[in-house]
């Protein structure tokens, strides 16, 4: 009965691979999220969608690609993966209510090291 | 660029006692506040907001005041128990729908 699983929640790779990152909710919200947090703890938005819309998008490499396919699910995949990508990265949720949002539903996190 | 500060790593407070975190921040367009509570190798959680309107909301164990004028906000959790062990996330966002930002966190240790 999770509320938002992301899959894997730990990933080791070598610098260049691809790789993708996954996450679901079942909490029937419509907006989704996905942060970073770095070596420096800070817990920083990457993207949001919308029912599957794009509305936020930090200033984040275009080797990062977020994918929605329906408004449960927001997908991250990283392209040329570098050490510096390394990080845990939190999918969340969140539902809009007459233009504001309820507060965000994070999941576990996916560790991410590039060697 | 910090805009919300949170600048002690760490505390330790005793079992029973008042556990007071704090949090700065330098955007005065903020207008909502809010608390995360995160344990090892889970996300964090919603604990309790505040609204700029407001200078205290109250929740249980929890309290968060806010004072605009020195841009400052607090969390008091008072008793302080076993389980309130974990990071603390201070946050804020500019305006309905905006982005939260996040401040690095505070590990509070509650000890026997």
């Known amino acids: 009965d999770t509320a938002v699983s992301q899959t894997p929640k730990y990933l080791v790779t070598q610098m260049g691979n691809d790789k993708s990152i996954k996450c679901e909710q079942n909490?029937?919200?419509?907006?989704m999220y996905w942060y970073k947090q770095d070596s420096k703890k800070f817990l920083k938005i990457m993207f949001s969608?919308?029912?599957?819309?794009?509305?936020i998008n930090e200033t984040v490499p275009n080797r990062f690609s977020p994918k929605s396919p329906d408004k449960a699910h927001l997908n991250l995949h990283i392209n040329s993966l570098e050490l510096g990508d390394s990080a845990v990265y939190f999918c969340?949720?969140?539902?809009?209510?007459?233009?504001?949002?309820?507060?965000?539903?994070f999941g576990n996190g996916t560790r991410l090291t590039v060697t | 660029d910090q805009q919300v500060k949170q600048n002690s790593p760490s505390l330790s407070v005793q079992e029973g006692r008042i556990s007071i975190l704090n949090c700065d921040y330098t955007?005065?367009?903020?207008?909502?506040f809010l608390w995360y509570k995160k344990y090892p190798a889970e996300g964090p959680t919603f604990l309790i907001s505040?609204?700029?309107?407001?200078d205290k909301n109250e929740d249980g164990r929890f309290t968060v005041f806010l004072n605009k004028s020195a841009k400052h906000l607090s969390l008091h959790i008072v008793p302080s128990q076993p389980g309130d062990s974990a990071v603390y996330f201070c946050?804020?966002?500019?305006?309905?729908?905006?982005?939260?930002?996040f401040g690095k966190g505070t590990r509070l240790h509650i000890l026997p």
């Open positions: 969340a949720s969140s539902q809009l209510y007459d233009r504001d949002y309820s507060p965000l539903h």
């Open positions: 946050a804020a966002r500019r305006g309905a729908g905006d982005k939260i930002i």
């Open positions: 909490l029937g919200h419509d907006t």
């Open positions: 505040i609204s700029s309107i407001k």
């Open positions: 969608y919308n029912n599957k819309e794009l509305i």
């Open positions: 955007n005065s367009m903020f207008d909502y």
